[in-house]
């Protein structure tokens, strides 16, 4: 069997704050070649995971492996990074910041990435350009230097449908044509589900479940739907096996687990005195499922 | 680290407000030279005042008018950093904590000189101007040089201080606050209440950047093992000190704040 080379290896990586938020033990990897989605909503630790691997903030344990390296810190020239907000330095203009970051990388060209389409000779200072033009120059500066993989902290955020199209068909392309490895973290399933092919789900600094997208729309297509009047007390004995579910109305839950457990559930409920007018297989809406997968249960 | 310093250097070249310091300074330079030239020269005009470059020198580092620029640009130029979060860039192209801070001390070393050699041309600059017509002028170029290079030093050091205090303090308007606050109440010290008080503290001979008025240019070269022990610990002890707290920061930005 052939082995791919994993791009990123995390194992139980933990960095955790004073007030006990951070991310605890999150092992995770990403094979080269492949977009891979943080999933998680605020405070779920995905830009924390991100600092970590940057380096901005030193994980307290577990290991990173760059492209098989341990050292992570020998491999990070082969990463490119693109914060959640884009950045601009003072009044540099886009050539100016260019020539930066080329210096500070030691990287020859002067050029940004065709891909992107710049106008290098605008004489405007970064910070006055519009938010989409600044995102793209924070990518074509994380692209300097060809790196092998390219780290994009929520890119879709802040950006309309025609520049989401614009992003998605520019990271497609080189992830297709230079088998660049593509890692982004955000909330929003629409936009990059056109492109991921594997999303990590991280809830409360825990990475939950890795799922490919044909797991989430089989997942989508496999809830359980009981329709009961005794809502609150199925709940009450649902939660420990199945904490995993929703209220739809009065009398009606929503529980997202394998369709096979439905007899379980069913037998569960009628033992336990509670009335089960109907019980089927329901599907639901690919956000919906990993909203739930991420919400965090007070 | 030298990638680093090139890129910063470069950075500090497009910054326009390092050439408004320089152009205050400048101004400051003008106000020194009208001054002097009035209280000294023109002032005892009729008893015989003499026009000294000597003591000129001495007089460019009585008060902190070298000081605010550069404590202005490079506070403003540290901060820039943390408030837009370039650390995380650099770091995740695999430039070190080590090779960004010294890359970045040393840069700012140099602008520091930068500026300094810039002041004090203009300064004589303007001082000549005004003496154009004056026939005899004091002037020592042995002590002058060794009293500017001490003074240079002193500046390197309190650069290593203000980047010791943009570690602990990453936020331009707290930190400026501070160091301001902290010139005064050093000002106070070796002037009004060290009078008041009558106090005779031996460090003032080798007190930081021109604040004490001890360090006489005619003193300077006999003083001189003191005053290198002194400024020495001056560049090297806050440039360490501020290493070891850069080292174990955590650079994520002010989310958590």
Same mark, same amino acid.
């Not at chain 2, 004056?134 to 020592?140: G, L, V």
């Not at chain 2, 070269?221 to 707290?245: E, M, R």
């Given at each position: 069997?052939?082995?791919?080379?994993?791009?990123?290896?995390?194992?139980?990586?933990?960095?955790?704050?004073?007030?006990?938020?951070?991310?605890?033990?999150?092992?995770?990897?990403?094979?080269?070649?492949?977009?891979?989605?943080?999933?998680?909503?605020?405070?779920?630790?995905?830009?924390?995971?991100?600092?970590?691997?940057?380096?901005?903030?030193?994980?307290?344990?577990?290991?990173?492996?760059?492209?098989?390296?341990?050292?992570?810190?020998?491999?990070?020239?082969?990463?490119?990074?693109?914060?959640?907000?884009?950045?601009?330095?003072?009044?540099?203009?886009?050539?100016?910041?260019?020539?930066?970051?080329?210096?500070?990388?030691?990287?020859?060209?002067?050029?940004?990435?065709?891909?992107?389409?710049?106008?290098?000779?605008?004489?405007?200072?970064?910070?006055?350009?519009?938010?989409?033009?600044?995102?793209?120059?924070?990518?074509?500066?994380?692209?300097?230097?060809?790196?092998?993989?390219?780290?994009?902290?929520?890119?879709?955020?802040?950006?309309?449908?025609?520049?989401?199209?614009?992003?998605?068909?520019?990271?497609?392309?080189?992830?297709?044509?230079?088998?660049?490895?593509?890692?982004?973290?955000?909330?929003?399933?629409?936009?990059?589900?056109?492109?991921?092919?594997?999303?990590?789900?991280?809830?409360?600094?825990?990475?939950?479940?890795?799922?490919?997208?044909?797991?989430?729309?089989?997942?989508?297509?496999?809830?359980?739907?009981?329709?009961?009047?005794?809502?609150?007390?199925?709940?009450?004995?649902?939660?420990?096996?199945?904490?995993?579910?929703?209220?739809?109305?009065?009398?009606?839950?929503?529980?997202?687990?394998?369709?096979?457990?439905?007899?379980?559930?069913?037998?569960?409920?009628?033992?336990?005195?509670?009335?089960?007018?109907?019980?089927?297989?329901?599907?639901?809406?690919?956000?919906?499922?990993?909203?739930?997968?991420?919400?965090?249960?007070? | 680290?030298?990638?680093?310093?090139?890129?910063?250097?470069?950075?500090?070249?497009?910054?326009?407000?390092?050439?408004?310091?320089?152009?205050?300074?400048?101004?400051?330079?003008?106000?020194?030279?009208?001054?002097?030239?009035?209280?000294?020269?023109?002032?005892?005009?009729?008893?015989?005042?003499?026009?000294?470059?000597?003591?000129?020198?001495?007089?460019?580092?009585?008060?902190?008018?070298?000081?605010?620029?550069?404590?202005?640009?490079?506070?403003?130029?540290?901060?820039?950093?943390?408030?837009?979060?370039?650390?995380?860039?650099?770091?995740?192209?695999?430039?070190?904590?080590?090779?960004?801070?010294?890359?970045?001390?040393?840069?700012?070393?140099?602008?520091?000189?930068?500026?300094?050699?810039?002041?004090?041309?203009?300064?004589?600059?303007?001082?000549?101007?005004?003496?154009?017509?004056?026939?005899?002028?004091?002037?020592?170029?042995?002590?002058?040089?060794?009293?500017?290079?001490?003074? /240079? &030093?002193?500046? !390197?050091?309190?650069?290593? *201080? @203000?980047?010791?205090?943009?570690?602990?303090?990453? %936020? =331009?308007?707290?930190?400026?606050?501070?160091?301001?606050?902290?010139?005064?109440?050093?000002?106070?010290?070796?002037?009004?209440?060290?009078?008041?008080?009558?106090?005779?503290?031996?460090?003032?001979?080798?007190?930081?950047?021109?604040?004490?008025?001890?360090?006489?240019?005619?003193?300077?070269?006999?003083?001189?093992?003191? /005053? &290198?022990?002194? !400024?020495?610990?001056?560049? *090297? @002890?806050?440039?360490?000190?501020?290493?070891?707290? %850069? =080292?174990?920061?955590?650079?994520?930005?002010?989310?958590?704040?």
């Amino acid at each position: 069997m052939v082995q791919i080379e994993a791009a990123l290896e995390l194992k139980n990586v933990s960095y955790v704050f004073h007030d006990r938020k951070g991310i605890t033990d999150v092992s995770l990897q990403v094979r080269r070649g492949e977009i891979y989605m943080l999933y998680g909503g605020h405070n779920a630790g995905k830009t924390l995971l991100l600092q970590v691997l940057t380096g901005a903030v030193i994980p307290q344990t577990g290991t990173i492996k760059l492209f098989g390296n341990s050292d992570y810190l020998q491999e990070k020239r082969r990463i490119g990074y693109v914060p959640q907000k884009p950045y601009s330095l003072g009044k540099m203009s886009v050539s100016d910041m260019l020539h930066y970051f080329a210096l500070s990388y030691g990287v020859l060209e002067k050029e940004f990435d065709k891909a992107l389409d710049l106008n290098l000779t605008e004489k405007k200072a970064v910070c006055h350009l519009p938010f989409f033009m600044q995102k793209k120059i924070s990518i074509g500066i994380a692209l300097l230097g060809k790196p092998d993989m390219i780290i994009l902290d929520d890119p879709f955020h802040g950006l309309d449908s025609q520049e989401c199209e614009y992003l998605l068909s520019t990271l497609s392309s080189l992830n297709e044509e230079r088998n660049m490895t593509i890692m982004l973290t955000g909330q929003d399933y629409e936009p990059a589900s056109r492109i991921v092919k594997k999303y990590g789900i991280l809830a409360d600094g825990r990475l939950k479940v890795e799922l490919t997208p044909d797991q989430i729309n089989q997942e989508c297509s496999r809830c359980i739907k009981i329709r009961t009047p005794q809502v609150a007390r199925a709940i009450t004995i649902l939660q420990s096996d199945f904490p995993q579910y929703e209220v739809l109305g009065d009398d009606v839950i929503r529980v997202f687990c394998p369709v096979s457990y439905s007899a379980e559930i069913n037998a569960k409920l009628v033992s336990s005195g509670i009335e089960v007018c109907e019980i089927g297989i329901a599907g639901m809406n690919p956000q919906s499922f990993l909203s739930a997968l991420t919400e965090v249960k007070l | 680290m030298f990638r680093i310093l090139q890129s910063e250097l470069y950075r500090i070249r497009k910054k326009p407000l390092f050439f408004f310091c320089l152009m205050l300074s400048a101004f400051f330079m003008f106000a020194y030279a009208l001054t002097f030239h009035y209280d000294t020269v023109k002032a005892a005009g009729l008893t015989g005042g003499i026009a000294s470059l000597n003591d000129y020198t001495e007089f460019l580092f009585s008060d902190y008018s070298l000081v605010i620029p550069i404590t202005i640009f490079q506070l403003a130029y540290v901060a820039e950093d943390y408030q837009k979060g370039i650390h995380e860039i650099l770091f995740a192209k695999g430039i070190s904590r080590f090779d960004f801070f010294f890359g970045k001390l040393t840069a700012l070393w140099i602008a520091t000189l930068f500026y300094l050699i810039f002041s004090f041309f203009m300064a004589y600059v303007f001082i000549m101007a005004i003496w154009i017509k004056q026939t005899n002028i004091q002037i020592s170029f042995v002590h002058i040089c060794g009293y500017l290079i001490l003074q /240079v &030093l002193c500046f !390197i050091g309190y650069s290593s *201080f @203000l980047w010791l205090l943009s570690c602990l303090l990453p %936020y =331009r308007n707290i930190a400026l606050a501070v160091m301001f606050f902290l010139l005064g109440t050093l000002y106070l010290y070796l002037t009004k209440i060290s009078t008041a008080l009558n106090l005779e503290y031996s460090l003032y001979k080798c007190w930081i950047v021109g604040l004490s008025d001890q360090m006489e240019i005619n003193l300077s070269i006999s003083q001189l093992p003191p /005053v &290198l022990l002194t !400024i020495a610990a001056y560049i *090297f @002890l806050p440039a360490g000190a501020a290493y070891w707290i %850069y =080292r174990k920061t955590n650079l994520r930005k002010q989310e958590r704040r």
